[in-house]
Every structure is written in structure tokens, then in C-alpha cells.
Antibody, heavy 116, light 106 residues
Framework: EVQLVESGGGLIQPGGSLRLSCAASGFTVNSKYMTWVRQAPGKGLEWVSV???????YYADSVKGRFTISRDNSKNTLYLQMRSLRAEDTAVYYC??????????WGQGTLVTVSS | YVLTQPPSESVAPGQTARITCGGNNIGRSKSVHWYQQKPGQAPVLVVY???DRPSGIPERFSGSNSGNTATLTISRVEAGDEADYYCQVWDGGSVLFGGGTKLTVL
């Protein structure tokens, strides 16, 4: 059974850093496109970043240069390193895995709150 | 590339809901995927590759994609279908979501 479990969210001050984790089971993270999607309170889904099976990475303009997506194949875990956090980064962050372009499996989300 | 969805739609139980996702020549250039999201829950894939359904999704959910509009159709709407619906495509290496449509079941 495929399962994705996010962790690492919390309250962080503006300008701070945080690393989110997404532990996968039922498949290997390096076999699929893996993505991070966020949702600010009361807002829609916003794509953040994606890593391909071969390791290519892409970022939304709003996070480029501040966020880094990576994975640890030995731990079968996806990461999102977030730096220089801003109030507008406050959101629930979801990880999801792609099957032929669509995201069939999602984690439960982890809340990141950027506030002083 | 921009995906445009109406903010809201409303439908009576038993009727048919149609939720649109507009994009430039979307029917010829993009494969569209649709997600349902209920409050406090993660999104759920309900239609992929324009018109295919994942296992476990009722046949009442269907999709089409032509011209400048992709459409998610929900037949025989039930109260449990009330949710936010998002379309999604790939644009190069980036993922795009529409703004979402809140479906209200009257």
C-alpha cells in the first residue's frame, strides 16, 4: 500500500529555516516524480517544487532560490529545505507522487506557520 | 500558461454538475487531471489524462478536453460531492493548478 507521511512543520519566525520530510512506503521515491504542493489558509492549491526520477528539479518562481527539494533513496524520503521564510509561506504543505503526470497519492499535509 | 476555473458552481442533488478549466488550446496541448478536496483533507485524484478514472472513483465522474476548455462532469450529484475541485496540467517542468471551483450541492 502506498503511503506518504509528512513531518517537520511548525511555527517559525520570518527569515528562519525549516526542513520538511515526506516518508514514503509502498514504492521508491526515486522511481516517480515527487512534488510539494502548498495551500495557504482559505486558498487554493499552489505548486511548490518537483523532482523527477532522474533527479531533475523545478521550482515555482515564488520559492526559487529559497527552497530546495531533495530525496534520500536509502531512507525513501523526500525533503523540502525552506530558507528565508516569509509570512506568505504560511500554508499546509503536501507531498505527492506522480503517475504519468497526475498525482494519485498525497500525504496528509504538515502546517508551516511563519510568524513572529 | 494559465488555467482558469469559475470560483463556484451550484447544483441540485440528482442533477449534473459541469466544472470547467480554461486554457489556451488546452485540448490539443495538455493532459488535464482533476482533484477533489474536502475541508481539512488532502486532495483526491478523480480524473486523470482528461477522461480516465482511478480505481475506486465512481463512474459518475467523467472528464473531457477540447478546444480551450477541459470539463469535469459529475452526474447524479450527491451531497457528498460538495467540495473544491482543481484542474492540473504540466507546463514544461512545472506543475500548474487552476484556482479551484467550490461545488455547492443545494
Amino acid at each position: 500500500e502506498v503511503q506518504l507521511v509528512e513531518s517537520g512543520g511548525g511555527l517559525i519566525q520570518p527569515g528562519g529555516s525549516l526542513r520538511l520530510s515526506c516518508a514514503a512506503s509502498g514504492f521508491t521515491v526515486n522511481s516517480k516524480y515527487m512534488t510539494w504542493v502548498r495551500q495557504a489558509p482559505g486558498k487554493g492549491l499552489e505548486w511548490v517544487s518537483v523532482i523527477s526520477g532522474s533527479g531533475d528539479t523545478y521550482y515555482a518562481d515564488s520559492v526559487k532560490g529559497r527552497f530546495t527539494i531533495s530525496r534520500d533513496n536509502s531512507k525513501n524520503t523526500l525533503y523540502l529545505q525552506m530558507r528565508s521564510l516569509r509570512a506568505e509561506d504560511t500554508a499546509v504543505y503536501y507531498c505527492a507522487s506522480s503517475t504519468s503526470g497526475s498525482f494519485a497519492y498525497w500525504g496528509q499535509g504538515t502546517l508551516v506557520t511563519v510568524s513572529s | 500558461y494559465v488555467l482558469t476555473q469559475p470560483p463556484s458552481e451550484s447544483v441540485a442533488p440528482g442533477q449534473t454538475a459541469r466544472i470547467t478549466c480554461g486554457g489556451n488550446n488546452i485540448g490539443r496541448s495538455k493532459s488535464v487531471h482533476w482533484y477533489q478536496q474536502k475541508p481539512g483533507q488532502a486532495p483526491v485524484l478523480v480524473v486523470y489524462d482528461d477522461s480516465d478514472r482511478p480505481s475506486g472513483i465512481p463512474e459518475r465522474f467523467s472528464g473531457s478536453n477540447s478546444g480551450n476548455t477541459a470539463t469535469l462532469t459529475i452526474s447524479r450529484v450527491e451531497a457528498g460531492d460538495e467540495a473544491d475541485y482543481y484542474c492540473q496540467v504540466w507546463d514544461g517542468g512545472s506543475v500548474l493548478f487552476g484556482g479551484g471551483t467550490k461545488l455547492t450541492v443545494l
